[in-house]
């Protein structure tokens, strides 16, 4: 009872999540001293190899089949386009194709149908972001009309995980330590470890097509660097 009490004091100090919190708390093995609740991050920085951006291409027509035809015709040069500068079959994916009516509201009248809107656009992976703007510029010439992006990822992130990993259990043992020794305790032991989802990518930002000028700056985008975190939720016992 001792010990229930005294973990649900801390866990209010810290401020655990409550999904966490009830993890952490219905712990079956005795606990014979003090239990101690932490959580723990461990933070590492990448810089992104891979830009993660959407290409399309949207028509319009009076009909149905025209719209269509012309949003293949343009989505056929976007992807001549990837090829030439080439990016991998590998590392571009149709991610919607639609077509939709279009309506005039007279007032007073009934809806009336003045055309269609045929949209069809790729995921595209880009494994050399230096080289993704200009990439950018010449699917805009050849037709896409429709960009946005980038999600900026690293490819292979396990490693660096595992760092962040190290690094939040060396965080949590750290302050499991400084709380046993402004109690006169010691760490007995390790009774639990949980590791939360990791941290969500930022959501991307718009990159919208622009117009051609004469002597305009080319699309350029920086990597910069990327935060890659790990949560984990610690169980110790004190003496």
């Known amino acids: ?93 149709t991610s919607n194709v639609s077509l939709n009516p279009e309506y005039r509201y007279p007032e007073n009248q009934s809806p009336q149908l003045v055309g269609y809107t045929a949209s069809n656009s790729l995921t595209v992976r880009f494994r050399d972001i230096g080289n993704s703007g200009k990439i950018l510029d010449a699917l805009v010439r050849e037709g896409a009309n429709q960009i946005n992006g980038p999600t900026l990822v690293v490819d292979k992130p396990e490693a660096a995980l595992d760092e962040a990993r190290a690094k939040a259990v060396a965080s949590g043992r750290a302050r499991a330590e400084l709380y046993a020794r402004s109690l006169g305790m010691h760490v007995a032991r390790v009774v639990f470890v949980s590791e939360s989802e990791n941290s969500p ?20 985008i920086e990597p910069g660097e990327q935060k890659l975190q790990v949560n984990l939720a610690m169980v110790f016992e004190l003496q």
Do not use: H, W
């Open 1 to 93: 009872m001792k010990n229930a009490v005294f973990c649900a004091i801390l866990l209010a100090a810290v401020a655990i999540p409550s999904g966490a919190a009830a993890q952490q708390c219905n712990i079956t093995q005795t606990i014979a001293g003090t239990r101690l609740d932490i959580n723990a991050t461990g933070e590492v920085t990448r810089v992104p190899d891979v830009a993660i951006i959407s290409a399309g291409v949207v028509s319009r027509s009076p009909s149905a089949t025209a719209a269509l035809q012309d949003s293949a015709n343009k989505m056929s040069q976007v992807l001549a386009a990837l090829k030439r500068a080439g990016v991998a079959d590998r590392d571009v994916q």
């Open 201 to 220: 990518v930022s959501p991307p930002m718009p990159m919208y097509a622009r117009a051609e000028v004469a002597g305009a700056p080319a699309t350029k």
